[in-house]
Nanobody, 114 residues
Framework: VQLVESGGGLVQPGGSLRLSCAAS????????MSWYRQTPGKERELVAL????????NYADAVKGRFTISRDNAKNTVYLQMNSLEPEDTAKYYC????????WGQGTQVTVSS
């Protein structure tokens, strides 16, 4: 199992970023996927979940209405569209496969600052 995140960077408050997580080594369409984030000294927190078909999603209250999780099973990729970014969204973002096993990507840094 391999998960590779990309798309992070430095963005001004109010800006947008789209994160991608490319998956390999398993049948992607059989598993739900998720995005987490972590800041130094804090535990990782769940940001968003998506079912294996993409038909169901769920979000942390802090990002509802601003972030959208989606997936393309043909490309074995899950996305996180982040709009109206705030300095509090600054974190390293990780994707994680749901279901059996504890599989994480290496993370991608998002910094929201003017």
């Amino acid at each position: 199992v391999q998960l590779v995140e990309s798309g992070g960077g430095l963005v001004q408050p109010g800006g947008s970023l789209r994160l991608s997580c490319a998956a390999s080594g398993f049948t992607f369409s059989s598993y739900g996927m998720s995005w987490y984030r972590q800041t130094p000294g804090k535990e990782r927190e769940l940001v968003a979940l998506i079912s294996n078909t993409g038909g169901r999603t769920n979000y942390a209250d802090a990002v509802k209405g601003r972030f959208t999780i989606s997936r393309d099973n043909a490309k074995n990729t899950v996305y996180l569209q982040m709009n109206s970014l705030e300095p509090e969204d600054t974190a390293k973002y990780y994707c994680r496969r749901l279901g059996g096993g504890n599989y994480w990507g290496q993370g991608t840094q998002v910094t929201v600052s003017s």
